[in-house]
């Protein structure tokens, strides 16, 4: 699963007022930092910092992508490494064990669980009778 590109609605917003705001007067400037020029400082390092941001993100899908391949890839030779060692040990030997694995004799089928609590009636409750 990718993670999700981020965008800003107040960069949208913030265009649309600035281009407005040059349609009125390129130098405009109310003073205390409330400057056209300011405004659209501010819009391109927030820009910058969103390409950034979203940058970063690409390239932790390609790790992600890449751990998953790899994670794949070793649980594959795991496995076929405890087939083997079941294959020339056995697998209710002590190396089979060892290596990972669990004893045949080990295992408890669902199918005998099931069956063994089925079998088992709970006796019937009687009321109690109050007073």
Do not use: W
Request: hydrophobic letters at 35%; charged letters at 25%.
């Amino acid at each position: 699963m990718t993670l999700p590109k981020r965008s800003s609605r107040v960069l949208e917003k913030a265009l649309q007022r600035a281009s407005g705001m040059q349609a009125i007067d390129p130098n405009l400037d109310f003073g205390n930092s409330n400057s056209l020029q300011n405004m659209v400082q501010i819009i391109e390092e927030l820009r910058n910092k969103l390409n950034a941001h979203n940058t970063a993100l690409a390239v932790i899908d390609a790790s992600k992508t890449d751990i998953d391949k790899l994670e794949k890839a070793l649980s594959v030779v795991c496995e076929n490494m405890l087939m083997s060692v079941a294959g020339r040990y056995g697998k209710e030997s002590t190396e089979y064990v060892q290596a990972g694995g669990v004893l045949k004799s080990d295992r408890i089928r669902k199918g005998t669980i099931t069956r063994i609590k089925s079998g088992v009636e709970k006796p019937p409750v009687e009321p109690i009778e109050t007073a």
